[in-house]
């Protein structure tokens, strides 16, 4: 078992930043992908950056390219999403997740995750 805490969410002004935090506990040598997902009210889930913690491929979807940064910290078995120049539409909450299957590759669904984080609002204002 992975336990996964996220922290780092708030509101914020448009264009401002924020650095989400994921904290890994558990069986954490398992790790094969971590990632950072956003849930819209009424919205689908989606992955909008994720690292691969043996390869070290990052993915982000498109909306966030240049804005969000995905990194991590073996030693402390984190890892962040920093984002900058925060707009109205990436309001949501964020959830981190972990993935234990083996693979060199970024996942980017959320049906391949298997241990989920409790989730952080971000709150960006006009």
């Known amino acids: 078992q992975v336990q996964l805490v996220e922290s780092g969410g708030g509101l914020v002004q448009a264009g401002g930043s924020l650095r989400l935090s994921c904290a890994a506990s558990?069986?954490?040598?398992?790790?094969?992908?971590l990632g950072w997902f956003r849930q819209a009210p009424g919205k689908e889930r989606e992955c909008v950056a994720g690292?691969?913690?043996?390869?070290?491929?990052?993915y982000y979807e498109d909306s966030v390219k240049g804005r969000f940064t995905i990194s991590r910290d073996n030693a402390k078995n984190t890892v962040y999403l920093q984002m900058n120049s925060l707009k109205p539409e990436d309001t949501a909450v964020y959830y981190c997740?972990?993935?234990?299957?083996?693979?060199?590759?970024?996942?980017?669904?959320?049906?391949?995750?298997?241990?989920w984080g409790q989730g952080t609002q971000v709150t960006v204002s006009s």
């Open positions: 558990g069986r954490t040598y398992s790790i094969y992908n």
């Open positions: 997740a972990a993935d234990s299957k083996f693979t060199m590759t970024v996942v980017t669904a959320k049906d391949g995750y298997d241990y």
């Open positions: 690292i691969n913690w043996r390869s070290g491929w990052t």
